[in-house]
């Protein structure tokens, strides 16, 4: 079955860097799109970044262009989410999607505070 599992949370002051994982089982991890969001408390759920299958095309919202990169190691079945210049505003949980044969799935999410 698909899964996906996110790691690399944590508590960070502002100005920090994390880098976010995102391991995908059970589809053929390299011909799909995977998407990151997140949510804030008391907020609804937020896109942050997309990028294709083979890594050629990357988009992302504009609250976090400049700062943050997304990446993939199809070889690791692997997307990475780079976050650098943290603000307490980025604090949320992260989590991977991806949608295959017309189903989302997600994982559990990973949690990333900014505080200092």
């Known amino acids: 079955q698909v899964q996906l599992v996110e790691s690399g949370g944590g508590l960070v002051q502002p100005g920090e860097s994390l880098r976010l994982s995102c391991v995908g089982s059970?589809?053929?991890?390299?011909?799909?799109?995977v998407h990151w969001h997140r949510q804030a408390p008391g907020k609804e759920r937020e896109w942050v970044a997309t990028?294709?299958?083979?890594?050629?095309?990357?988009t992302y919202a504009d609250s976090v262009k400049g700062r943050f990169t997304i990446s993939r190691d199809n070889g690791k079945n692997t997307v990475y989410l780079q976050l650098d210049t943290l603000t307490p505003e980025d604090t949320a949980v992260y989590s991977c999607?991806?949608?295959?044969?017309?189903?989302?799935?997600w994982g559990q999410g990973t949690q990333v505070t900014v505080s200092s």
């Open positions: 990028i294709t299958g083979a890594g050629g095309v990357t």
């Open positions: 059970g589809f053929t991890f390299n011909i799909y799109s």
């Open positions: 999607n991806v949608n295959v044969r017309f189903r989302n799935y």
